[in-house]
């Protein structure tokens, strides 16, 4: 089991930036290839972007590369998704997800992700 808190969100014009938290307890998050996904309103969750266990693969939607980045620090377990150059279609709720996974294999879809955090809501005001 693996507990997951998302933090960081917020409101922000376009063309800011923020920058996510997932912090993890009761488990290391090294054991976890991690994600971001967002569900804007009214709309399915859907992939931002996944990291591997060791942070060596990425792998990015299309509408957020070169704009968004994703990391993680095992040690301090936690990832981080920074957001910058932000536009009003990023408002979401952004979720952390980690993924039980014994390789450096990534995978896109929301169902083969185990463990889920709250939720933190990024609003982009234009």
């Known amino acids: 089991q693996v507990q997951l808190v998302e933090s960081g969100g917020g409101l922000v014009q376009a063309g800011g930036s923020l920058r996510l938290s997932c912090a993890a307890s009761g488990r290391s998050l090294s054991w976890f290839a991690m994600a971001w996904f967002c569900q804007p309103p009214g709309k399915e969750r859907e992939f931002v972007a996944a990291?591997?266990?060791?942070?060596?693969?990425?792998r990015y939607q299309d509408s957020v590369k070169g704009r968004f980045t994703i990391s993680r620090d095992n040690a301090k377990n936690t990832m981080y998704l920074q957001m910058n150059s932000l536009k009003p279609e990023d408002t979401a709720v952004y979720f952390c997800a980690a993924d039980t996974i014994i390789s450096e294999v990534i995978r896109l879809s929301r169902g083969e992700y185990d463990y889920w955090g709250q939720g933190t809501q990024v609003t982009v005001s234009s």
């Open positions: 990291i591997s266990r060791s942070g060596g693969s990425l």
